[in-house]
């Protein structure tokens, strides 16, 4: 069965860095493309970035953009998220997402806890 | 960006009872139009993609309707393993964006 699995996710003080992992199961990976989700504290659910399926296309909402950045391992079947220059903004949960087959987000990792404070 | 209104922000509802929820979206998205399903400490799951394709093991009580800019999601018969947040989704143009959320209780 598809499993995402996050990784990656403490508390850090602004202006740090902090990398995310996402180790994948059950699906061909280099076949389907990724994105990123966060959620604040009792907000509502954020798209932040997503990868093609052959790494060669990424997108990123405005406020991460130059900030944040998206890659994946084949070979580890993991997406990553390095996440620099973190503001208190940033702190959410962190969901990887597998996109399904009509642009939807299909298959959702638990999250994994960002809390940027100082 | 493509903004989503839902409306309404939360609701209270009785077992059995027929609910609701109505997704507004700024720009037209055609059916491009994603419902999710969140329970508390947990992840989102999708219920209905493309307005109204309802996800393989989602029981027959959901539905979803619409089209361009006014969309709804349909529960015919609250159960109690219903209460949750739900939040509707674009997925026409980026940023891909969701609305606010809708807490029914």
């Known amino acids: 069965q598809v499993q995402l699995m996050e990784s990656g996710g403490d508390v850090v003080r602004p202006e740090k860095s902090l990398r995310l992992s996402c180790e994948t199961s059950g699906f061909r990976f280099n076949s389907y493309v990724l994105h990123w989700v966060r959620q604040a504290p009792g907000k509502g659910l954020e798209w932040v970035t997503f990868?093609?399926?052959?790494?060669?296309?990424?997108q990123y909402t405005d406020s991460v953009k130059g900030r944040f950045t998206i890659s994946r391992d084949i070979s580890k079947n993991t997406v990553y998220l390095q996440m620099d220059s973190l503001r208190s903004e940033d702190t959410a949960v962190y969901f990887c997402?597998?996109?399904?087959?009509?642009?939807?987000?299909?298959?959702w990792g638990q999250g994994t806890l960002v809390s940027v404070s100082s | 960006d493509i903004q989503l209104t839902q409306s309404p922000s939360s609701l209270s509802a009785s077992i059995g009872d027929k609910v609701t929820i109505a997704c507004r979206t700024s720009?037209?998205?055609?059916?491009?139009l994603n419902w999710y399903q969140q329970k508390p400490g947990k992840a989102p799951k999708l219920l209905i993609s493309l307005a109204s394709n309802l996800q393989s093991g989602v029981p027959s009580r959901f539905s979803g309707s619409g089209w361009g800019t006014e969309f709804t999601l349909t529960i015919s018969s609250l159960q109690p393993e219903d209460i949750a947040t739900y939040s509707c989704q674009q997925s026409y143009s980026l940023p891909w964006t969701f609305g606010q959320g809708t807490n029914v209780e």
């Open positions: 720009h037209s998205v055609n059916n491009y």
């Open positions: 990868i093609s399926a052959d790494g060669t296309s990424k």
């Open positions: 997402v597998r996109e399904g087959t009509h642009y939807d987000f299909e298959y």
